[in-house]
């Protein structure tokens, strides 16, 4: 099962979290369904050249936020929670939305102008 | 932790030497685990591995290989572990095929067909003479004969020295690799921090003859931290458990720290001190604190 997941060392964040956030990631476009077993812990290491335990603390924290389960000697699924993809696309444009802010705040820009800068990449985005 | 089913245990192993000494040296490696020993030029890396491997024997201490003495078991010990250190030197004359039929003839657990695919991959030719063979090609020669025979414990010592990035990419693909069969581990030394960063569970440091600090690898990157801090007038820095260095240019301190809590800003704050920044750290970086921080404590 080839997971297409990759790691960048010229990334800031930790591998582990690269890991995870490409995981919610997937499951929030609904390329991976809910039910779908993910790889297993030792596969995804193999294949991503990363030691077993980053991922299983990238697994673990998926876990504790229910967006996979493990049966133990089965191996670890996709949640089957009712919207769930859609829970985690939401969560995904807050956390865009608190770095824009965060960025903003650095460049002293104020909420009215955010607002507008907001409204003026929808627009572009509606054109694409 | 219990010793049963370690695969390697070594117990406050000693060794003195006239300019350099090993001084009380504890490791365990559990099976399916990579563990990375760092540690900067003649901190002990090569003699540890030695140790282990039973071609140096210890003052003191225990080591243990399978559950197997070292001492008085070596070769039911070695029968199962590969080992390569970039000292090793194949016969010059000879080809790398007359060494692959000469391993194959000793190990049992040979893998002709896992051999012919390590070829390919380490780009060597088997018609080739070692002695014109470049150090790198030398290395990944050593490597093929020992990964071939599929052992349940390999004991690399800087098996990346040396060689080109893309010999080094396909040599941790093939270590992962190996940690598919869970029962197996390895155990290797390196000053490439970046590599061992990658591959490893377990971390082991060890500087001038002594283990300074060992950690699952998430540990260690979780728990330190380098702070920025703005100091109002006045302000001195409480001290603070975990810290390691504190050093303040004008009204700015960076604080390392070994065990990060986020209730720091609060104790800083308290003091006049705001915390402006939270550095997470590589390993490089935590490997070098780690090794300051140790040679300034004061000798036992």
Redesign the interface.
């Known amino acids: 099962m080839h997971s297409g997941l990759t790691i960048s060392?010229a990334d800031?964040r930790?591998?582990?979290l690269q890991i995870k956030e490409q995981i919610r990631h997937r499951i929030a476009l609904g390329d991976w369904k809910p039910g779908r077993e993910v790889p297993s812990i030792?596969a995804l290491?193999?294949e991503l050249?990363?030691?077993?335990?980053?991922i299983?603390?990238a697994y673990a924290e998926l876990e504790s936020e229910g967006v996979i389960l493990t049966h133990h000697g089965k191996g670890s699924f996709v949640a089957e929670a009712e919207g769930l993809s859609t829970d985690l696309q939401q969560q995904e444009l807050d956390d865009h939305l608190v770095a824009a802010a965060r960025l903003a705040k650095l460049l002293g820009i104020d909420e009215t102008e955010l607002a507008a800068r907001l409204r003026r990449a929808e627009r572009k985005a509606e054109k694409k | 932790m219990s010793s049963a089913g370690l695969i390697v245990e070594m117990r406050n192993v000693s060794r003195r030497y006239r300019f350099f000494s090993l001084q009380d040296v504890s490791l365990q490696l559990a099976p399916g685990q990579i563990m990375g020993l760092v540690g900067p030029n003649g901190a002990g890396k090569s003699t540890t591995l030695r140790i282990l491997m039973g071609l140096v024997p210890a003052d003191t201490g225990e080591v243990r290989v399978f559950g197997h003495s070292m001492q008085t078991e070596q070769a039911l010990a070695k029968k199962n572990i590969g080992y390569v250190s970039d000292d090793m030197r194949l016969f010059g004359q000879a080809t790398l095929e007359w060494h692959m039929k000469f391993v194959a003839s000793i190990f049992p657990g040979w893998d002709p067909a896992y051999a012919a695919k390590l070829l390919e991959r380490f780009n060597l030719k088997p018609a080739q003479p070692i002695k014109g063979l470049s150090h790198g090609e030398h290395m990944k020669a050593l490597l093929l004969l020992v990964l071939a025979r599929r052992p349940k414990l390999l004991v690399l010592d800087e098996p990346t020295t040396g060689l080109d990035p893309v010999a080094r990419h396909e040599l941790l693909t093939e270590l992962m690799d190996v940690l598919k069969d869970e029962s197996r581990s390895i155990l290797f030394s390196s000053h490439n921090t970046a590599d061992v960063e990658r591959i490893s569970d377990q971390i082991t440091f060890i500087d001038r003859g002594r283990i300074v600090d060992c950690n699952d690898k998430e540990a260690f990157l979780e728990n330190w931290r380098r702070l920025r801090l703005d100091l109002h007038d006045g302000a001195t820095l409480p001290a603070a458990d975990g810290v390691v260095d504190v050093d303040v240019t004008g009204r700015i301190a960076t604080v390392t720290t070994r065990r990060y809590a986020p209730e720091m800003h609060q104790v800083y704050r308290g003091a006049g001190a705001i915390v402006q920044e939270v550095q997470r750290m590589t390993l490089e970086e935590i490997f070098v604190a780690t090794v300051m921080a140790s040679r300034k404590e004061p000798a036992e």
């Open positions: 060392q800031p930790p591998m582990y030792r290491a193999i050249r990363v030691s077993v335990i980053t299983k603390r």
